[in-house]
Each structure stands twice: as structure tokens, then as C-alpha cells.
């Protein structure tokens, strides 16, 4: 009498139990289907790249001019970073809750990662690049490394890009004006004392105060 392990044998491969030929089956199942959305998202990636479609635009950065072609849903944060090189603006969260992405656009902070570069088409465009005489570090950054307002330091270009445009409006700032303008912008090392202070010591040297 055959057992009941017998019973179950599948006469499509030799040896090969019914269970193991189905686990098998589904298996091939599953990465042939894997494979062939991998393939469509490949082709459609590739159609993308291929088909040079996208947006000419002049953007105005740190006082120069730059002519690119865009594509609609590239975010200011990806052109500053992957197609020009201006690394000092840092991509944190990416969907405008850390700050750590701030540049000034016209003057006002703003959040790199959630304004498209199309939106930023000639409007003036300051970066933490654009803060720098040559090799000298500016007022804000002069201050911050005054105060010691950095741990990580990851999150410190958009704390700086942030008491800048907060000192290019009101140049006698409050402590309340202060919290307010970097409220935007969150540090996990919890170093917001020293960035007041230096937010208060880049106001002194903005107004000429002793270097």
C-alpha cells in the first residue's frame, strides 16, 4: 500500500512532491512577473531620458545666470545639488518640514525641496555659496562659527540661509524675531541658544558692529 506521502508524488518531475512542484511553479510565477515590471519601469524611465522633452529656463543664482533645460518635476533642491553643484544646500526631509534645504528666493526664505525649479525661472536666487566674498565667510557665518551654533552642522545651512533673510528685513531684531524667523527650521541637536546668539551677533556685524 502506497503511503499517504506517496499519494501526493506529482508525476510532473521526478521525485518532485505535488507541494514543492507548486511552490516551484509559483515562484517562476512571481519572478517572471517581477521581471517584467522591472522591464516596463526600465522602458519607461529610458522613454523619459530619451525623449528630450522638457523646459528651457534661466535661473538667476548668487548673481549669475544659468540657461538649463528642465524637467517640470524637478524640484529647485535637485537642480541646485545634481545639475549645478551648489552642494551647500542640503536635502533633509524633503517634503518642507526640517528647513534644512532653505535658500532665499527674492530675499524670503524659502524651501528649496518643495519649490519647483520651473516656479524659480527669474526670480533672484541666493544660496549659502552666495553669502561668501571669494574664500571669506559672511556676517551670518562669521557668527555662527563665533557661537559655536553647530553640532552635526547638517541642519546649519538652513539655519544661516534663515537669520539671513530674517536680518535682510529688520536689521535690530528681537529675541521674539529671532525664534520666529527660524522657526522654520529644526535642529536635532538642539542647539537653538547658540543660534539665537549668533542670529544677535549677525545682526551686529550686519550693522557694522566690531569684527
Known sequence: MSSDHDSHRCTCGKGLSRRQFLTSAGVGALVVAAAGHLEKEHEASAAVMRSGEGDKITLHINGKQYQMLVEPRWSLLHVLRA????????????????????????????YACMTLAVEAEGMEITTLEGLMNGEELGPVQKAFVEHDALQCGYCTPGQIMAVEGLLRKKTHPTMEDIRQGVSGNLCRCGTYNHIFDAAQRAAELKRGGAQ
Open 83 to 110: 545639475e549645478l553643484g551648489l552642494t551647500g544646500t542640503k536635502e533633509g526631509c524633503g517634503r518642507g518640514e526640517c528647513g534644512a534645504c532653505t535658500v532665499l528666493m527674492e530675499g524670503i526664505p524659502r
